[in-house]
T-cell receptor
Framework: QKEVEQNSGPLSVPEGAIASLNCTYS??????FFWYRQYSGKSPELIMS????GDKEDGRFTAQLNKASQYVSLLIRDSQPSDSATYLC??????????????FGTGTQLKVEL | DTEVTQTPKHLVMGMTNKKSLKCEQH?????MYWYKQKAKKPPELMFV???????INESVPSRFSPECPNSSLLNLHLHALQPEDSALYLC?????????????FGPGTRLTVL
């Protein structure tokens, strides 16, 4: 089982719709969860971080975390063509020998269509 | 300011060359990271420095040699690379190498090995 799993997509939504991106993770000890946006040929850009169960909203973005189900999601409201990118879910895994490692899912490609 | 800078932006090198990638941050972060990203794949962790000491080496071949001269700078020395090492090399930094701190990425160096 992969440590962090995402549907690779592409996920196509019309402009103005809500895009829903999902991620599951395997390590119950994970404490912190991140969503990064990556445009083609560019580096990952932080969109949201979430640490506690529930919802966290920032503008058009809402991150949702359910630790019992080992599930984290990102909702993008009023999707715009500029939101078209690959969205990477990242989970910080605590290593048995100490330290931690940010592990990424394979990313979901989002396409917002006019 | 959450800026991490990387130089050069692009690098083409032969298999017998020696080159270095540079990364700099002025956010007072004490943890710095090197990642490698192949096309359509997520970033893969290579090295972690915490308080200028190497804390994680993800079994990276010795042809990649990291160096952290001070808390703001991170280098990656390259020698005798293979064509399969061609990738986007990303530097990131975070406040600490803890389980919750957000990692901020630089723009990356696009490396091509001929």
């Amino acid at each position: 089982q992969k440590e962090v799993e995402q549907n690779s997509g592409p996920l196509s939504v019309p402009e103005g719709a809500i895009a829903s991106l999902n991620c599951t993770y395997s390590d119950r000890g994970s404490q912190s969860f991140f969503w990064y946006r990556q445009y083609s040929g560019k580096s990952p850009e932080l969109i949201m971080s979430i640490y506690s169960n529930g919802d966290k909203e920032d503008g058009r973005f809402t991150a949702q975390l359910n630790k019992a189900s080992q599930y984290v999601s990102l909702l993008i409201r009023d999707s715009q063509p500029s939101d078209s990118a690959t969205y990477l879910c990242a989970v910080n895994l605590i290593l048995t020998g100490g330290g931690n490692k940010l592990t990424f899912g394979t990313g979901t490609q989002l396409k917002v269509e006019l | 300011d959450t800026e991490v800078t990387q130089t050069p932006k692009h690098l083409v090198m032969g298999m017998t060359n020696k080159k270095s990638l540079k990364c700099e941050q002025h956010m007072g972060h004490r943890a710095m990271y090197w990642y490698k990203q192949k096309a359509k794949k997520p970033p893969e962790l290579m090295f972690v420095y915490s308080y200028e000491k190497l804390s994680i080496n993800e079994s990276v071949p010795s042809r990649f040699s990291p160096e952290c001269p001070n808390s703001s700078l991170l280098n990656l020395h390259l020698h005798a690379l293979q064509p399969e090492d061609s990738a986007l090399y990303l530097c990131a930094s975070s406040q600490e190498a803890s389980g919750t701190d957000t990692q901020y990425f630089g723009p990356g160096t696009r490396l091509t090995v001929l």
